[in-house]
């Protein structure tokens, strides 16, 4: 099986995100996988105002380090499964709330964005 993104990609049937899931799963090379969940969790949390995957996954690629990306995919699809759902998000269950800018919990108003997320991405757009 090949192990690098472009040689993946080129396989029939093998998008972006199969292909990210495979090289991090499989050979231990970071990738953020962005389905439904990881781009909608995104796009509550702030961190991307993009809809296309590889916008969303460029704009991830610039708040977190590598070493986060595989892990990171993860822990979102786990979270808008679990809990961020597409049309009844459970912010009053969510241990989230207070840090989500989406948030309709009472508890909710603060930025998702973690500082040093936030510091780079600033030093990204200047
Ligand atoms: S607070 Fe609501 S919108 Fe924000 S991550 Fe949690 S469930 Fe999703």
Do not use: Y
Request: aromatic letters at 4%; a positive charge.
């Amino acid at each position: 099986m090949p192990g690098t993104l472009e040689e993946l990609i080129a396989l029939p049937g093998v998008g972006r995100k199969t292909a990210n899931v495979v090289l991090g799963n499989a050979f231990g090379v970071p990738g953020i996988t962005v389905d439904t969940h990881v781009g909608r969790l995104a796009r509550r949390f702030g961190w991307t105002e993009e809809s296309a995957p590889e916008k969303v996954e460029a704009d991830l690629m610039q708040l977190f380090p590598p070493a986060e990306w595989t892990d990171l995919s993860h822990r979102m699809i786990l979270h808008g499964r679990r809990v961020c759902h597409a049309r009844n998000p459970a912010c009053d269950a969510c241990p989230l709330a207070a840090l989500c800018p989406s948030s309709t919990a009472s508890s909710a108003g603060k930025s998702a964005t973690p500082k040093s997320a936030s510091t780079s991405r600033a030093k990204a757009r200047a």
